[in-house]
C-alpha cells in the first residue's frame, strides 16, 4: 500500500507558472511510473504528465512545451512544473504511483487559472 501527498497548488493568472509537488511512502518497488492526472468540474480525469523510474516522461498533447514532470533524487517524489498556464488548466490536479499489484492517488490539489 502506498500514499501520497501532494503540495504547491493555488490561484494564478495566465501566464503564469507553478511547481506541483508530491511524495510517496509505503511500500513503493523500484520500478514504477508516477505523474499527474487531473479532473475538472464536469469532466472525466484525464492524464497530464507520467514519468517512470528510469526517468523517461510523457505527456499530453495539451501540456508539451509547458509543462515539465521530474522525479526527485530520492526517487519517491515527482514534480510538475507548470508554465504559461491557460484558464482551461484550471482543475484538481491529483498525484500518482503505478507499479506491480498496486496503483495510488494522492488526495489532490486545487489550481485555479484566472483570465
Known amino acids: 500500500q502506498v500514499q501520497l501527498v501532494e503540495s504547491g497548488g493555488g490561484l494564478v493568472q495566465a501566464g503564469g507558472s507553478l511547481r506541483l509537488s508530491c511524495a510517496a511512502s509505503?511500500?513503493?518497488?523500484?520500478?514504477?511510473?508516477m505523474g499527474w492526472y487531473r479532473q475538472a468540474p464536469g469532466k472525466q480525469r484525464e492524464l497530464v504528465a507520467t514519468?517512470?523510474?528510469?526517468?523517461?516522461?510523457d505527456y499530453a498533447d495539451s501540456v508539451k512545451g509547458r509543462f515539465t514532470v521530474s522525479r526527485g533524487n530520492a526517487k519517491n517524489t515527482v514534480f510538475l512544473q507548470m508554465n504559461t498556464l491557460k484558464p482551461e488548466d484550471t482543475a484538481v490536479y491529483y498525484c500518482?504511483?503505478?507499479?506491480?499489484?498496486?496503483?495510488?492517488w494522492g488526495q489532490g490539489t486545487q489550481v485555479t487559472v484566472s483570465s
Open positions: 509505503g511500500t513503493i518497488f523500484s520500478t514504477n511510473t
Open positions: 500518482n504511483l503505478r507499479q506491480l499489484r498496486t496503483i495510488g
Open positions: 514519468i517512470t523510474s528510469d526517468g523517461s516522461p
